[in-house]
């Protein structure tokens, strides 16, 4: 197996501390036409210059394999934002300045346009996205936006996965979203110290089996969906196993129940999940579970990579990934516009992010897995996790729900179904039970908050 090893996010543990404005571009009040204004993520944008100059195989590898696919050297790159200001003056005969401001979390940058900050562009995850476009603080794209046809630069129509498309669509936000990373919820565990079948059961958080060996996440909406899938686990396996499409039918109801009953059903389970974990995390629990120190934890599907690059390179462990049977979060971050944002810089800068070999250089830096498709993404996907032609024990691995129909299956090792490729690309049969959680209203998310702070 040819593996990838996301450095960023190695370096991102290492200046975690650093404050945030020393990460901010050409800082500017007020509007200006020649300034586009984006709030994102620490370490979610390819920062290019150093990071390709380290001294490692892997990295040397990728940007041979890369320099081959596209024509470019990655050595003497620079971010990603800055080469966009180059690309936009070229391509359109203006100049642009990138003010790139990484925020901490989305209540952050909720909070931040609640006291007035303006950005033309926003990266939010899907629920912060659903609750700033039922207050209107932001506006739709064009619909040439979203048409492949109307310009020879819109890349992100030309790219974006069908699937993820229509994740937006049911989330309400066609029109408003543009697509950048997305993803599950599942569960990191050392194969030799704990069964598989019981990892595959939201019930693994009370089991005796994980007792003080197990973390998971410090946050009322990722810990309320854990409780709800032990609160369901039992009645919707029975029902997926007697009557499937009634089991999808009631599957994202199910999973975004937040009545007065169930959420007092679900507070004992957490509570009962409370005494017998190891601990709450966010980001900290990575290394203990990468090192061997704990045998489980849950995690995003994007850190869940990163922990199993990092046990086997650094500690030679081979660890795994899974998908409770019953049901799963699914979640993505896109780009979205505030009211009076410069659309036509935003769109652009969009684009740009969505062409081929940039988005490529984006999963490889970040880690995560991108809303777009195509045939480099592809050819990536076969170069990151595709088996040597002498490898054996390999399996066929169909991506043609996200890669459209007609895409030939990828040769995989056996084990890339359960580890690396399973995580940021789960198979057609687990994505029938991955949920896109809804943001909580007001008042449910003052209920949910008291309960969080009341087990925590």
Same mark, same amino acid.
């Given at each position: ?300 599907? &994007?850190?869940?990579?990163?922990? !199993?690059?990092? $046990? =086997? ?5 081979? +660890?795994?990934?899974?998908? *409770? %049977? ?77 890669? &459209?129909?007609?895409?030939?299956? !990828?040769?995989? $090792? =056996? ?5 690396? +490729?399973?995580?940021?690309? *789960? %198979? ?29």
């Amino acid at each position: 197996m040819k593996k990838i090893i996301s450095l960023s996010l190695i370096a991102c543990l290492a200046i975690s501390t650093l404050p945030l404005a020393g990460c901010t571009k050409n800082s500017t009040s007020g509007r200006n036409e020649n300034v586009l204004r984006v709030a994102s993520w620490d370490e979610y944008i390819d920062e290019g210059g150093s990071f390709y100059n380290e001294d490692d195989p892997d990295l040397a590898d990728f940007k041979s394999w890369f320099y081959e696919l596209t024509g470019v050297d990655l050595t003497d790159s620079k971010p990603l934002y800055e080469e966009f200001e180059d690309w936009y003056q070229e391509t359109y005969g203006k100049s642009i300045t990138v003010e790139y401001i990484p925020l901490q979390d989305n209540e952050t940058m909720y909070n931040k346009i609640k006291m007035g900050d303006h950005y033309d562009l926003l990266c939010p995850s899907e629920y912060m996205a659903m609750k700033l476009k039922s207050e209107r603080k932001i506006v739709p794209f064009d619909t040439d936006f979203y048409n492949p046809n109307a310009d020879e630069h819109n890349y992100y129509a030309k790219n974006v996965s069908a699937y993820t498309s229509n994740i937006f669509k049911n989330a309400g936000l066609t029109e408003y979203i543009a697509g950048y990373m997305w993803g599950t919820t599942g569960f990191v565990f050392n194969p030799e110290k704990i069964d598989r079948s019981i990892m595959n059961s939201w019930n693994c958080l009370t089991s005796e089996a994980c007792t003080r060996s197990i973390t998971a996440k410090d946050n009322v909406r990722d810990s309320y969906f854990m409780g709800l899938g032990m609160y369901y686990e039992e009645e919707l396996l029975t029902l997926k196993e007697s009557n499937y499409e009634e089991y999808k039918a009631v599957l994202s109801q199910k999973m975004n129940d937040t009545s007065e009953t169930t959420m007092a059903g679900v507070k004992k389970l957490l509570e009962k999940m409370r005494k017998n974990i190891y601990g709450l995390e966010t980001d900290e629990g990575k290394t203990d579970v990468a090192a061997g120190r704990l045998d489980e934890s849950y995690q995003w599907s &994007g850190d869940a990579v990163f922990i !199993l690059d990092e $046990a =086997e390179s650094e500690f030679d462990l081979s +660890l795994e990934y899974s998908i *409770p %049977d019953s049901a799963s979060n699914l979640w993505f971050d896109g780009w979205v516009m505030m009211e009076g944002a410069n659309k036509e810089a935003a769109k652009a800068f969009i684009n740009f992010l969505s062409r081929p070999d940039n988005a490529i250089r984006n999963m490889y830096y970040i880690g995560y897995t991108s809303c777009l498709a195509g045939e480099k993404i592809y050819e990536y996907l076969d170069y990151a996790y595709g088996a040597e032609e002498d490898e054996e024990n390999t399996v066929a691995y169909d991506l043609s729900y996200f890669f &459209g129909e007609g895409t030939l299956p !990828l040769t995989v $090792a =056996e084990e890339q179904t359960r580890r690396q +490729l399973f995580a940021q690309y *789960p %198979d057609s049969t687990t994505i029938d039970r991955l949920v896109v959680m809804n943001f909580f209203d007001k008042k449910t998310n003052e209920r949910a908050n008291r309960m969080w702070n009341n087990i925590k």
